[in-house]
């Protein structure tokens, strides 16, 4: 009864604010790990595998980007989503972030709800796309995507998914509702896939995700 359903990992310099968060998480069933370093974060990730990171940009020994990209290039972990805690507001950081490949950008001193929807959130769309995996093993055709390879090296798994939403016509505000994040992570989303596809003009992207997100049936073998 009341097991631990759900692994979390809390990386953060600030060990009262680790503790806070903590707190917060274990009495919905969390179970929480916790490391003040990017070399002891992802030494966890390896042993025990959290199903989502919660990580601060100022770390002791490195930064939460450093983490962030090694967790990105290990194939076993760049799955694992990430939310990023930052004591500065700025849109620098929060597109550093989001460029790096983090799920969502919560800025210092955030309310405990906001992280609490913000986790689950990421674990209802990770759990979702994990069992629709599974389904698709024993699917004989699937829908597959039409767009070029190079766009999925390109784009995290946030920005692809934010320009399929794009590209089903929903607006800046619609999608920011869907995954329950601000309208600014999204207009964020938008400038970096902008930028990684090197697209400029108002209506660019909107016409690109068209283009190439429409359709098409694959056999498995």
């Given at each position: 009864?009341?097991?631990?359903?759900y692994r979390?990992?809390?990386?953060?310099?600030?060990?009262?604010?680790i503790?806070?968060i903590?707190?917060?998480?274990t009495?919905?069933?969390?179970?929480?790990?916790?490391?003040?370093?990017?070399e002891?974060?992802?030494?966890?990730?390896?042993?025990?595998?959290?199903?989502?990171v919660v990580?601060?940009?100022?770390l002791?020994?490195?930064?939460g980007?450093?983490?962030?990209?090694?967790l990105?290039?290990?194939?076993s972990l760049?799955h694992?989503?990430l939310?990023?805690?930052s004591?500065k507001?700025g849109?620098?950081?929060?597109?550093m972030?989001?460029?790096?490949?983090?799920?969502?950008?919560?800025s210092?001193?955030?309310?405990?709800?906001?992280?609490?929807?913000?986790?689950?959130?990421?674990?209802?769309?990770?759990?979702?796309?994990?069992?629709?995996?599974?389904?698709?093993?024993?699917?004989?055709?699937?829908?597959?995507?039409v767009?070029?390879?190079?766009?999925?090296?390109?784009?995290?798994?946030?920005?692809?998914?934010?320009?399929?939403m794009i590209?089903?016509?929903?607006?800046?505000?619609e999608?920011?509702?869907?995954?329950?994040?601000?309208?600014?992570?999204?207009e964020n989303?938008?400038?970096?896939?902008?930028?990684?596809?090197?697209?400029t003009?108002?209506?660019s992207?909107?016409?690109?995700?068209?283009?190439?997100?429409?359709q098409?049936y694959k056999?498995?073998?």
């Open positions: 009864m009341n097991e631990p359903i979390i990992l809390v990386i953060e310099e600030d060990a009262a604010l503790k806070k903590q707190q917060l998480l009495p919905h069933h969390y179970d929480v790990y916790t490391s003040t370093t990017p002891e974060g992802i030494y966890i990730c390896r042993q025990y595998r959290p199903d989502l990580c601060g940009v100022r002791r020994g490195g930064s980007y450093h983490f962030l990209m090694e990105r290039n290990d194939p760049q694992i989503p939310i990023f805690i004591g507001e849109t620098e950081d929060m597109r972030g989001m460029n790096l490949g983090a799920d969502d950008f919560l210092k001193p955030f309310k405990s709800k906001e992280l609490l929807l913000s986790i689950k959130s990421r674990l209802t769309r990770f759990t979702v796309f994990n069992v629709q995996q599974r389904e698709k093993k024993h699917t004989t055709i699937v829908s597959m995507p767009i070029p390879p190079e766009v999925h090296h390109k784009l995290s798994k946030t920005e692809f998914r934010v320009m399929q590209a089903e016509g929903m607006s800046t505000k999608i920011a509702q869907t995954l329950n994040i601000s309208i600014k992570t999204v989303h938008r400038h970096n896939i902008s930028k990684k596809l090197n697209l003009g108002h209506n992207l909107i016409k690109y995700a068209i283009k190439h997100l429409t098409q056999i498995l073998s």
